[in-house]
């Protein structure tokens, strides 16, 4: 049985993605080095992937002299919020305060990811009476 395509990438080409937004376009080539740490792949199985997510939508490639340039064509925002928003909702019933408490109750934050925290409480509240 085939599986039906999924609405959002792959943990692999997530990771591909995670590349281009922080380095910028790239060849395959450097992609594939920057996984290589956690994921052993050959330049052809990376080129292959690049390839799908090209035809998915996510990636834009150009010519160059030295071959193709890979650019991530999603956002890293609107690529990351739709699928926290997805998880959310599957997984709490659209409770984002449900999913905060139990990353809350479940993370070791230390003080400044607290004091970042409680920054971002206080400008959502400043927001909310402007």
């Known amino acids: 049985m085939v599986r039906p395509p999924s609405r959002y990438p792959t943990e692999l080409e997530l990771e591909i993605l995670k590349v281009l937004w922080e380095d910028g376009p790239s060849p395959v080539r450097h992609v594939r080095e920057r996984l290589e740490p956690f994921r ?3 330049d052809n199985s990376v080129m ?15 010519q160059e002299s030295s071959g193709y340039i890979y650019s991530a064509k999603v956002r890293r925002a609107n690529t990351l919020g739709s699928m926290l928003s997805d998880l959310v909702d599957r997984a709490f019933s659209g409770s984002r305060l449900d999913a905060i408490l139990q990353l809350l109750d479940t993370s070791d ?11 971002e409480v206080n400008r959502k509240l400043k927001e909310q009476d402007s």
């Open 48 to 62: 292959t992937i690049m390839g799908i997510m090209e035809e998915k939508g996510y990636l834009r490639r150009r």
């Open 40 to 42: 052993k792949r050959a």
């Open 109 to 119: 934050l230390n003080a400044e990811d607290i004091a970042r925290l409680r920054s």
